[in-house]
């Protein structure tokens, strides 16, 4: 809420109003924190957000690690954060956190300075074509002009409340809001009087925003959903799986349409229901139980309820696509397909608990368990006695059981924050159901390593309580001045290192002369100097018992710290190997 001792219309200049106004009504709209890399032609909008009683910001130099930053936190939160730069390059640094936010649903405002049209195309300073830089990745852009006397000032309140609301509304994702400034930049008084149409005085002795935007939520039609009702019904060999879901109502929802149907449940990593205890009718080790081929090939799926976003195991991936069951549905809010072997027969466009609603109340009875669900939970089951074997007997400190200890030891405070490549899979495969059941979040919308710690404390920013990262190396090496970032939050950062890229020698191109060192880049570091330079505590643990008092006391100094894992790929491959043939072995004996 704005601090009205001090009025929003008090503005030294036209451009000061402006951005003035601009920042009330984003903070009107829930829109209070602000991601800020310094610069020059972005002097309006920092000193706005700066000045806002209302408005928290947070300083990174780095504008790339700053749109991830502001990335996590619209992930952690649902509601958009804003990012202020300069113009030119700083504003291209921007693209990879908006490629992210516009392909996973996340919510995100890019505030970007610019010059105003009489420097276009001139050649002057630090001058590029900002308009539509971001492409197709914006779920809407908008060229604000230079501020004057002859736009009425309630052009900038209409236009951030429509910003908002195409942020928020389902598809969500980000939005770019390009500011063209003449100078002075700083907020000089003007001789000319700020002049204040009656309607925006009339807004700012209020705190609504001047438009209102309901958030509209997506119910699914009455015909599709009985469509979809009756190819369910009466399927005994069906399949729940949940992607990444956003909210526990949603989680909630799916658990309850699996446990009516009587399926099995194969929960993502971030769909919220994969950690945290046993539940009725999941598959947690599903990923690890379809290393059994005996186990595919009797256990093929007739339907498939597939819901949320994407998952991460390509190994269920290949098994659906090759199973090509009857019926395969995606449920998600927004019209975007996740269908890439092109064989999902029913798209339902829905709030995740409204289909829930919906679909329960045209469905049989519930089913209860029957044999079908028992055999993919017994497997499970199965997977997850080799994995509790392999961390119970386990004297070296490999990468599964770095995943298995530190879901085990999370305190429930924790959210979790899975870097891509490895570590989102080993936590996915190898995670523990005994430890806590506390939010987790991962960059999996285009899967890419950049941006990670930014993320993760984006996400410790917007919960305003601490956060884990498991992270490799090489995404470490990626974003380490992201490390910055963590001086006013608390991020306990675990990197296993294994001195390059371990994900490649599960790949063909391990068998080839290039393999070394285009693929591995080993560097050869550790990141002790690296925690140093930032100021944080550090941890280099031996053994697995080493490994769980350092995680548990970095976790609870209340502080950020950087807790490094170092491994062997080689070796570490064939730990990987071992574990699947042991869980195959162990799922051959079921039957």
Known sequence: MADHSFSVLNAPNQTYLWTQLLVEELVRNGVTTFFVAPGSRSTPLTVAAARHSGAQTVLHVDERGNAFAALGYGRATQTPAAWI???????????????????????????????????RDTGANQTIDQVNIFGDYVRWQVDVPPPTDEIDPAYVLTTTNQVVHRARRAPAGPVHVNCMFRKPLEPVESEVSVAVPETVKRWATGTEPYTQYPTPVSTPAGADIEALAEDLSGTERGLVVAGRLDTAAAADAVQRVAVHLGWPLVPDLTSQLRLG????????????????????????????????????????????????????????????????????????????????????????DGAGATDWRNAWTTASDRAEAVVRTHADETDALTEPLVATILTDERPSSHALVAASSMPVRDLNRHGSIEGTAGPVYANRGASGIDGTVATAAGVATGRDGPVTL???????????NGLALLQDCQVVVVVVNNDGGGIFHFLPIREYDDFDPYFTTPHGRDFEDAAATFDLPYHRPETPADFRAAYEEACRSGTSALVEVQTDREANRRVYEDLERAVAAAVHKQG
């Open 85 to 119: 730069t300069t113009s030119g390059t700083a504003v291209a640094n921007g693209l990879p956190a908006v490629v992210e936010a516009s392909v996973d649903g996340v919510p995100l405002l890019l505030l970007t300075a610019d010059r105003p049209p009489e420097l």
């Open 277 to 364: 205890g046993e539940q009725a009718g999941h598959v947690p080790y599903g990923d690890l139980v379809l290393t059994s081929e005996l186990f595919r090939e009797a256990h093929a799926p007739e339907a498939v309820l597939q819901v949320g976003g994407q998952f991460a195991s390509k190994r269920l991936r290949l098994f659906l696509r090759d199973t090509a069951p009857g019926t395969w549905a995606v449920v998600r809010p927004d019209p975007f397909r996740i269908d890439p072997d092109h064989r999902v027969t029913h798209h339902v466009e829905a709030d995740v608990p409204a289909f829930a609603d919906a679909l329960i109340a045209r469905l049989d």
């Open 470 to 480: 498991l992270i490799g190396d090489l995404a470490l090496w990626h974003d380490l």
